[in-house]
């Protein structure tokens, strides 16, 4: 029973902050690389942030670097992102998932199990 839980989600405003966390649970957490997703509505699903199994590596999209950090716990089979300097387009549900690749469908339950998401709102 591979479960992922988002929270830490809110309305904000421009140039504010919010961290994100991801409690995994049902599998070899420190196997797995995990990374973040994120799909405002009719936008396509976007890998935002990655981070290997370790936590020695991540990447982020280009519009993401600098701004955003992803880390993870491996003691607490916990993955989060620190989001910084908001811009109303990071406006969007945030999801995490395990060993993420591009090109996917957010939420969609052929690619594997996932959580609810958390919703991040950027608005002034």
Do not use: H
């Not at 690749?101 to 957010?106: D, S």
């Amino acid at each position: 029973q591979v479960q992922l839980m988002e929270s830490g989600g809110g309305l904000v405003q421009p140039g504010g902050s919010l961290r994100l966390s991801c409690v995994a649970s049902g599998f070899a957490f420190s196997n797995y690389a995990m990374g973040w997703y994120r799909q405002a509505p009719g936008k396509e699903c976007e890998l935002a942030a990655r981070i290997s199994a370790t936590g020695s590596l991540t990447t982020y999209v280009d519009s993401v670097k600098g701004r955003f950090t992803i880390s993870r716990d491996n003691a607490k089979n916990t993955v989060y992102l620190q989001m910084n300097s908001l811009k109303p387009e990071d406006t969007a549900v945030y999801y995490c998932f395990t060993d993420p690749v591009p090109g996917v469908q957010c939420a969609d339950g052929n690619y594997g199990s996932w959580g609810q998401g958390t919703q991040v709102t950027v608005s002034s």
